[in-house]
T-cell receptor, first 112, second 113 residues
């Protein structure tokens, strides 16, 4: 069974803080993704990575960066958190570009 | 990514009735159309998907239909049960970019016993 684990389920951070959201998958998947989920807007792709140290911008990359130093780990970074980044963040992975995407449980981030 | 419009945003049905959710997209190159179900407080999970070389796919009580000419695809749930209550998301792959997906806004389905 594929497991995508997001280390923090609930976070509260202050405006201007640097925030790290960590994600680990245990199935040797090539591709990893970070999505943001907001009511009525569905899931919007922030960044994805198709290999170690490779990354590509999604639809809403502004204000975010990512890091993939190891195949199993994909980190989302908010350099200077703002209140409009309060949201649910979902990490996901897939074996290849034509394979099913598996999601983590999500990280609820509140920026105050 | 290319938008996908999903309707309705909420759907309330009586247990045993059918539920239909429709999505419309604009990118002619799209060829993969998955549907995800997200129960309250849980992760989205794939429930069914369809590729552009077929018009319909069925798995027990759920089915998906695809009309590439009209650029819309639909999820059909028959004989609904309380455990079908969830948020459902459609998605597609703009520009046939594999699983770099664009999602619809979601439909909250409530099945009343």
């Amino acid at each position: 069974d594929v497991k995508v684990t997001q280390s923090s389920r609930y976070l509260v951070k202050r405006t201007g803080e640097k925030v790290f959201l960590e994600c680990v998958q245990d199935m040797d998947h090539e591709n990893m993704f970070w999505y943001r989920q907001d009511p009525g807007l569905g899931l919007r792709l922030i960044y994805f990575s198709y290999d170690v140290k490779m990354k590509e911008k999604g639809d809403i990359p502004e204000g975010y960066s990512v890091s993939r130093e190891k195949k199993e780990r994909f980190s989302l970074i908010l350099e200077s958190a703002s209140t409009n980044q309060t949201s649910m963040y979902l990490c996901a992975s897939s074996l290849g570009l034509r394979n099913t995407i598996y999601f983590g449980e999500g990280s609820w981030l509140t920026v105050v | 990514g290319e938008n996908v419009e999903q309707h309705p945003s909420t759907l309330s049905v009586q247990e045993g009735d059918s539920a239909v959710i429709k999505c419309t997209y604009s990118d002619s190159a799209s060829n993969y159309f998955p549907w995800y179900k997200q129960e309250l407080g849980k992760r989205p999970q794939l429930i069914i998907d369809i590729r552009s070389n077929v018009g319909e796919k069925k798995d027990q009580r759920i089915a998906v239909t695809l009309n590439k000419t009209a650029k819309h695809f639909s999820l059909h749930i028959t004989e609904t049960q309380p455990e079908d209550s969830a948020v459902y998301f459609c998605a597609h792959d703009p520009e046939a970019a594999g699983n770099k997906l664009t999602f619809g806004g979601g439909t909250r389905v409530l099945v009343k016993p």
